[in-house]
């Protein structure tokens, strides 16, 4: 088992990676307040693991919280729902909320921790890739909203992320796939060597190499813990981590939540992002094609819904969290391993990209 | 106009008081972020104060968003119209949103505002009394759930707040009654100069005496703030702050919400709190009778509602937040001015007193 902190000062807190860790009673222990807690997780989920993680739990009051499974679901109605339960079985302050499940149910999980009673505890149990190497990490807690993803909020710290490589082995292959397109995100972004490390073992990554899959996490792990002990609450840097996200959500909130999964949708928005910052001459076209062959090896989508019109994408694009004063800014690339966050990017550059993107 | 400071560290703000404070467009504008605002009020206020406070803030980018009145309105499905509008109107992180309300609408708009793109601006508009007095001053912000009042929200502290006593000119006599539940309040809890103040000029406040008013605001929201400062998330002392809150949030959901005021429920509370504190031996009967009689000088009901049992009571609060483990805690007196937080009431105790205040 490996040990990652993410370094928030008094938010600080541990990430677990290993096998098996499930099973281990000791290491959710230590973080729980009180003898209450609540378990949340989806139809899809619970019946795999949460009996394993109840064992490691005995002898404490537990409410279980089933949720429906799917990004269509991540909403303030199926939100209340968790509150409902929490308030039938009296959960206090001191209670401590467990998300076991993959990104949507740690999202929704977070952001109920966040609300309930003004604020609770709560560890991450992620149990898809993609919840391991993101959503877990960074404390971004929220639901959707019709008009737009994840609108509504709270940065909302875990107490301890227990990231247990074993439950890929039930993981299904279109999300391996979706976590993949974050874990190359984290090359293109900020850590060049690890790119190169991709394109070398993606082989062995989509056939579920157990070691593979556990370096993969780590690194991925340790590039948002640093991005995010940088800049908690994205003032500034942590929006790189959005790389290729701007043209994703816009696609998801099109195609309707839970259609296109996050991580197809990151893939195809970053290529989207790639190729705009060749326009802009920042790269060029061999970076692009090395991305886009990572992407298709790890059997991801490359272009955009092809339903698609450039003014759907701006009409969805002008509500995304990075404009300011009505004005769009961008993640883009300056080289492998290098992005920056951009409102420079001319109008008509924007639409000719569009344009072709959606061809 | 006087200018009160809230010590909170990078999170501090003034409270500004005084007479015809709406018109000044200079107090608003050093806090506002971006171009657009948006002020969020109920079909009451609205038309009475809406365009003075418009005409102060020209020139900007201003979203109305127009909720119904009333504490029954309070919950998550009313919080989506914020949202809804947020979004059509294309918000982004950095406006800022303006509660010109009530306490309901103050406590729903810093919610919002809590939660919108994981964290916006907000600037608090008091107009009633209670909400000048109590629930603009210390961030906390929330909705109420079916199965309990305040369950879900958040603490988000306000960039400044405007108290205007003018604005007291068109309030209801029930409301102002209920204000002055709380203000009485600060005097039993902390402040027993103040209390005697209040037995002297409780007949000029229930007249509107704006210099009385005034100097019940500025007394109220020193004590308030002094708390807060002390202890912003409620680890301790700031519980002191619920006196009479228990019972009363008790009553309020088992009348349903908006039937008996929040101020009004308070009272009532603060007399059971009162006779509880005398049954433990803390106070002696004059003290409660003091409290009594300052209540309905104020015009404020000083028992339950007829219809409620020792068993509604008991059920309705065990789900309070001061709840810890399991355990009720209680805000009571131990003299004029002296309030603490006990987990130690005899539960023989607390049945005989709900016996008889539910006669």
């Not at 972004?189 to 190499?209: M, Y």
């Not at 272009?303 to 509500?319: C, G, K, N, R, W």
Request: hydrophobic share 40%; charged share 25%.
């Amino acid at each position: 088992m490996q040990t990652l902190k993410v370094d928030l000062g008094d938010r600080s807190y541990p990430i677990y990676i290993g096998s098996s860790l499930l099973d281990q009673d000791d290491l959710i222990h230590p973080f729980l307040n009180g003898s209450q807690i609540a378990i949340v997780s989806n139809e899809t989920v619970a019946p795999l693991y949460l009996q394993t993680l109840k064992q490691s739990l005995s002898g404490l009051k537990i409410t279980e919280v089933i949720l429906p499974d799917g990004e269509q679901y991540k909403n303030l109605d199926v939100l209340n729902t968790i509150f409902d339960q929490l308030l039938k079985d009296v959960h206090g302050r001191k209670t401590t909320l467990i998300a076991l499940g993959g990104g949507v149910i740690g999202d929704m999980c977070g952001f109920a921790a966040a609300c309930y009673q003004r604020g609770v505890d709560y560890i991450q149990i992620p149990t898809t890739l993609l919840a391991q190497v993101d959503s877990s990490v960074g404390g971004k807690t929220g639901v959707n909203h019709a008009l737009g993803k994840n609108m509504i909020g709270a940065f909302h710290q875990p107490k301890c992320v227990v990231a247990d490589i074993s439950v890929f082995k039930t993981l299904p292959d279109r999300e391996l796939s979706a976590g993949l397109a974050e874990v190359i995100k984290y090359g293109l972004i900020c850590d060049a060597p690890f790119f190169e490390w991709l394109e070398a073992n993606i082989e062995k990554l989509v056939a579920r190499d157990e070691k593979a899959l556990a370096e993969a996490v780590l690194r991925s792990c340790q590039n948002k813990a640093e991005v995010v002990a940088e800049d908690e609450k994205e003032g500034g840097r942590r929006a790189i981590l959005n790389l290729g996200h701007t043209f994703g959500h816009a696609i998801e909130t099109h195609e309707g939540y839970g259609v296109w999964l996050h991580g197809e949708a990151v893939a195809a928005g970053t290529v989207m992002a790639a190729d705009l910052s060749k326009k802009l001459g920042w790269i060029d076209e061999a970076l692009v094609q090395r991305a886009i062959k990572l992407l298709v090896k790890a059997k991801l989508p490359v272009v955009p819904p092809q339903d698609m019109t450039p003014a759907q994408f701006m009409e969805l694009m002008s509500v995304d969290k990075k404009v300011v004063d009505g004005k769009l800014r961008l993640v883009l690339l300056k080289g492998l391993g290098e992005a920056v966050v951009t409102g420079d990017v001319p109008q008509d550059l924007l639409h000719s990209q569009l344009e072709e993107s959606c061809k």
